[in-house]
């Protein structure tokens, strides 16, 4: 296990122009783009775990309302609510401009 990630970098990329040969790098954001709209985002667990953390959103930045199963994006990058794994690494944070907020039980 690495360090943990407390900052992302983020990038806008079209969606479906990542080479199969590329790799998250620890503290990379990959905003994925369709059709000039926000679709998906793409991390690495902030743990350290080296786990992608490939999210589907719905754009804030565009007016949009969060779905049942994305969630909520706008730029900074921002994702909203908490993201919480309860298998492997069991990580719970947050995303808020850019910067890792880990929440007491991450890691339990």
Same mark, same amino acid.
Request: proline letters at 5%; aromatic letters at 12%; hydrophobic letters at 30%.
């Given at each position: 296990?690495?360090?943990?990630?407390?900052?992302?970098?983020? =990038?806008?990329?079209?969606f /479906? +122009?990542?080479q199969?040969?590329?790799?998250?790098?620890?503290?990379?954001?990959? *905003? &994925?783009?369709?059709?000039?709209?926000?679709?998906?985002?793409?991390?690495?667990?902030?743990?350290?775990?080296?786990?992608?953390?490939?999210?589907?959103? =719905?754009?804030?930045?565009? /007016? +949009?309302?969060?779905t049942?199963?994305?969630?909520?994006?706008?730029?900074?990058? *921002? &994702?909203?609510?908490?993201?919480?794994?309860?298998?492997?690494?069991?990580?719970?944070?947050?995303?808020?401009?850019?910067?890792?907020?880990?929440?007491?039980?991450?890691?339990?």
């Amino acid at each position: 296990m690495r360090e943990r990630i407390h900052e992302y970098t983020e =990038t806008r990329r079209e969606f /479906g +122009e990542v080479q199969s040969d590329e790799k998250l790098k620890p503290g990379e954001w990959w *905003t &994925l783009v369709r059709d000039g709209k926000v679709v998906a985002v793409d991390f690495l667990c902030p743990c350290g775990c080296e786990s992608e953390c490939y999210t589907p959103v =719905t754009d804030a930045t565009a /007016g +949009e309302a969060k779905t049942e199963r994305h969630w909520l994006y706008s730029a900074g990058p *921002t &994702l909203f609510p908490s993201i919480r794994y309860t298998g492997g690494c069991k990580a719970h944070f947050n995303i808020e401009n850019g910067k890792t907020i880990f929440h007491g039980d991450s890691g339990r």
